[in-house]
């Protein structure tokens, strides 16, 4: 799935194709989780591959299920 983004956004994103490249996806961390996605997203919006992708920000509990929208 993610060697699927990478190829997409290079496709979509020519000029930014090595820039695609080298995006560390990463995980996010259980500990402060809600900071950890938004400092994933700011990493990502700020990416030039991903200029004009609009996003909703959700954050799902895998334990008990609820899916929330985080404002970045």
Request: charged letters at 30%; hydrophobic letters at 40%.
């Amino acid at each position: 799935m993610l060697q699927q983004a990478v190829k997409d956004a290079k496709e979509r994103t020519p000029d930014a194709a090595a820039e695609a490249e080298m995006i560390d996806f990463g995980t996010f961390s259980a500990d402060d989780l809600e900071e950890t996605i938004k400092k994933h997203v700011c990493t990502l919006r700020a990416a030039k591959l991903l200029q004009g992708v609009n996003d909703l920000v959700l954050r799902l509990t895998t334990e008990t299920g609820p899916v929330e929208q985080v404002e970045v």
